[in-house]
T-cell receptor, first 114, second 110 residues
């Protein structure tokens, strides 16, 4: 079936550096999301993106975070600069334009900030 | 987020059933989804409900009461492999965003 792909699966980075997490959503999906999950804890909404724009973002989506999807390629989450508390698994999800379509999640990128 | 609450843990026995409860703030409710998540893996979609009542999908059934802000996921004929976390996620009418509860970790014992 359709899949959301995330690259890389694991990223280790030094605090203060920049990191870009990549997501390849399902091809005909129009809504894209990033969620953050610290190990063993709640899945927390960060941001969603539609028609080239951020539609909604949570308090967790700090000024250091940005998202884009240039020319229909990867949907990316960039963190610059990174902080220790950014260590978590970041899940990308996508959904179609139907009112009752639940988002499909990727396998996540585990980010470790040292 | 958005007042979505679930018990942290649940234990049951192979061959029996388990009911995972979820409560949420009713204001602006626009649908509820259930996901299964195994440790270190992506959440897997199980069911979506928006109308009151019981929706039977075989091994999984879901119930919703909108006036009470309550849903449950019922797993029948439990198998050991049903041991996982079950996430309740509520959608509010803002661009299809889901707000998750903290998840219920189900352990199925022999």
């Amino acid at each position: 079936g359709p899949k959301v792909l995330q690259i890389p699966s694991h990223q280790i980075i030094d605090m203060g550096q920049m990191v870009t997490l990549n997501c390849d959503p399902v091809s005909n999906h129009l809504y894209f999301y990033w969620y953050k999950q610290i190990l063993g804890q709640q899945m927390e909404f960060l941001v969603n993106f539609y028609n080239g724009k951020v539609m909604e973002k949570s308090k967790l989506f700090k000024d250091q975070f940005s998202v884009e999807r240039p020319d229909g390629s990867y949907f990316t989450l960039k963190i610059q600069p990174t902080a220790l508390e950014d260590s978590a698994v970041y899940f990308c999800a996508s959904s179609g334009d139907s009112n009752n379509q639940a988002p499909l999640f990727g396998e996540g990128t585990r980010l470790s900030v040292l | 987020g958005q007042g979505v609450e679930q018990p942290a843990k649940l234990m049951s026995v192979e061959g029996t059933f388990a009911r995972v409860n979820c409560t949420y703030s009713t204001s602006g409710f626009n649908g509820l989804s259930w996901y299964q998540q195994r440790e270190g893996q992506a959440p897997v979609f199980l069911s979506y409900v928006v109308l009151d009542g019981l929706k039977d999908s075989g091994h999984f059934s879901t119930f919703l009461s909108r006036s009470n802000g309550y849903s449950y996921l019922l797993l029948t004929e439990l198998q050991i492999k049903d041991s996982a976390s079950y996430l309740c996620a509520v959608r509010f009418p803002n661009y299809n965003v889901l707000y998750f509860g903290s998840g219920t970790k189900l352990t199925v014992e022999p």
